[in-house]
């Protein structure tokens, strides 16, 4: 069976809007339920961030489906897995951040759940680029937001949140995910607020590469016609 790698799209700059600030960055932090990413915003964020996060009932998760948000799935003491997460984000998490060169970037956290996934459309409009956060102990769980980016053409690396669960190497979770060797993968604690910084670093660094390696268009020539010959 031949494996489909994926391939980080090439950057797609956007404009940004009038009176804004030039120098800014949109960056949305995506993945599976659970997976760290309103504790990324919050321990990255240089300002108060702004959390939707609301509580799940049972009631309310019965109703949604279980199987959506899928708190208890292989939870137990031999996976790690989230066996009582009693929130979950319903709109997105909001935080800022400004970088050594005195760019801004303004970090949007999407909703972990499917059913969330009509809000997606809105937050990745002038995104340019994402950070797909994966979880050793459930990489499957970042395949929907992979392909999501995918789709629309948005430049991503890969961070593995460091939850203690087993090990994996760089080749096994290359190999789980089907990334290309042209897409980052970095580790990293979303506790931490050096470790958050370093992701955040890590995907600017990569939108560069991705532009430098566009190659520059060549003004277009007029075509070349071939000379009347005078009959008289």
Same mark, same amino acid.
């Given at each position: 069976m031949t494996r489909v790698t994926r391939a980080a799209p090439p950057a797609q700059p956007h404009p940004a809007p009038a009176?804004?600030? /030039?120098?800014?960055?949109?960056? *949305?932090?995506?993945?599976g339920f659970g997976v760290g990413k309103t504790?990324?915003? #919050?321990?990255?964020?240089?300002?108060?961030? +702004?959390?939707?996060?609301?509580?799940?009932?049972e009631e309310v998760?019965? #109703?949604? @489906?279980?199987?959506?948000?899928?708190?208890? #799935? !292989?939870? @137990?003491?031999d996976t790690g897995r $989230? =066996?009582?997460? !009693?929130?979950?984000?319903?709109?997105? !998490?909001?935080?800022r951040i400004t970088l050594a060169d005195g760019s801004v970037v303004y970090l949007f956290g999407a909703p972990g759940e499917e059913r969330f996934g009509?809000?997606?459309?809105? %937050?990745?409009? @002038?995104? %340019?680029?994402? $950070? /797909? +956060?994966? !979880?050793t102990r459930s990489l499957p769980d970042a395949w929907y937001a992979l392909d999501r980016l &995918?789709? #629309?053409?948005?430049?991503?690396? *890969?961070? *593995?949140?460091?939850? @203690?669960?087993?090990l994996h190497g760089e080749e096994q979770i290359r190999e789980e995910l089907a990334l290309g060797a042209e897409v980052p993968l970095v580790e990293f604690d979303a506790r931490d607020h050096?470790? =958050?910084?370093? *992701?955040?670093?890590?995907? /600017? &660094?990569? +939108?560069?590469? +991705? =532009? $430098?390696?566009?190659?520059?268009? &060549?003004?277009?020539q007029e075509p070349v016609q071939a000379p009347v010959e005078d009959k008289d």
């Open positions: 009176g804004t600030n /030039v120098n800014a960055l949109k960056i *949305v932090v995506v993945g504790t990324m915003v #919050r321990s990255v964020s240089e300002i108060r961030p +702004l959390h939707t996060e609301e509580l799940q009932t998760m019965r #109703r949604a @489906g279980r199987t959506l948000d899928d708190t208890a #799935r !292989d939870s @137990g003491p $989230v =066996s009582a997460k !009693d929130s979950t984000t319903v709109a997105f !998490d909001f935080g009509f809000l997606w459309d809105r %937050l990745f409009e @002038g995104t %340019l680029g994402a $950070v /797909v +956060l994966a !979880d &995918e789709r #629309r053409g948005t430049p991503f690396i *890969v961070a *593995v949140n460091d939850f @203690g669960g087993p050096s470790s =958050s910084k370093f *992701v955040l670093l890590a995907l /600017v &660094e990569h +939108l560069h590469e +991705l =532009s $430098v390696r566009e190659p520059a268009k &060549e003004p277009a």
